[in-house]
């Protein structure tokens, strides 16, 4: 297993210098405001941050998107979503990307409650924003998907909350978009041995449900969007997750874009990495577009 680890390292290093590659070649959207590296948690850790993204041109308050950055929960911070972001607030969104340690320094359990404790500090102070709390989205990818789904379950479960010893937030989630998502870690080779790595163990622990959201998931889940691609190398775990919500009677929606970008299959996460291309964009526009037929209208009665 420390070989496994160690080459995961090594590949997420790799993949740090690509994106930082495409992050250098990329211009990001105009007109936003951001406010970085607001610490949910006052500890100087750099898993404890997050970033509040919105238009410049705002004009009452913003339907909320909260985004979980992906990267095998062992690698990345927000940054990397940080273009994927401004777009998705250029649609006419606040946008809250957050931070949370990673794995090795932690592991997944306390991956959730960082998770829950940046929620606690948005219920407490997205109010300091223009922020519509009556309208709060959630949206992950790859890793931070399966945290995205983890946590729409743990949400509504009480004895979850207990069991991780978390608090959900003041707000609730009106509709969950999940961008290439890791589902059940156990069933795909991809993924099968990363449970291990996550929960420390060889042997199973209370924790090793969360790994396999259908163990978790229950009826009354938020709508559910789900993005994947051709050249999506868990694509069929994103299939797997419409089968659970399928099967829970929770509305959803599995968008699978099988265009060609140069010849060549759309990646695993491509919306997130590109959401400037054309099959970037319309996965975003589709995503907040989404979001949007799920916004609550007040009454003017």
């Not at 996550?198 to 199973?204: F, P, T």
Request: glycine content about 8%; proline content about 5%; overall charge neutral.
């Amino acid at each position: 297993m420390d070989i496994i680890r160690s080459l995961l390292k090594l590949n997420w290093k790799a993949v740090g210098k690509s994106d930082q590659k495409r992050i250098d070649s990329q211009t990001p959207t105009a007109g936003i405001r951001q406010i970085i590296d607001i610490p949910y948690i006052d500890d100087n850790e750099k898993g404890h941050l997050l970033d509040i993204y919105y238009p410049e041109e705002t004009a009452g308050k913003l339907p909320v998107i909260i985004d979980i950055h992906g990267g095998g929960w062992m690698y990345g911070y927000k940054e990397i979503n940080k273009y994927y972001c401004l777009k998705l607030a250029s649609k006419g969104f606040l946008v809250a990307s957050i931070n949370y340690r990673l794995v090795d320094d932690v592991l997944f359990p306390d991956q959730v409650k960082d998770v829950f404790s940046a929620l606690g500090w948005l219920s407490d102070h997205l109010a300091d924003y223009p922020a519509d709390t009556e309208n709060v989205f959630l949206t992950g990818d790859s890793a931070g998907g399966h945290l995205s789904c983890v946590t729409s379950a743990v949400c509504m479960n009480k004895k979850l909350q207990l069991e991780l010893g978390v608090t959900p937030p003041a707000f609730s989630f009106n509709a969950v978009a999940v961008v290439s998502p890791a589902v059940n870690l156990y069933a795909d080779p991809v993924t099968n041995l990363m449970p291990r790595i996550l929960l420390g163990s060889k042997e199973k622990t209370a924790f090793s449900k969360y790994l396999d959201f259908g163990q978790i998931a229950s009826e009354g889940l938020a709508p559910f969007i789900i993005i994947t691609s051709s050249g999506d190398f868990i694509r069929k775990q994103s299939y797997e997750l419409k089968e659970i919500l399928d099967r829970l009677s929770v509305r959803n929606h599995l968008s699978d874009y099988v265009v060609l970008l140069g010849g060549k299959k759309l990646p695993h996460v491509f919306s997130v990495t590109d959401p400037y291309s054309g099959p970037g964009e319309r996965a975003v526009t589709e995503v907040t577009d989404f979001f949007k037929s799920n916004v609550k209208v007040k009454s003017t009665t």
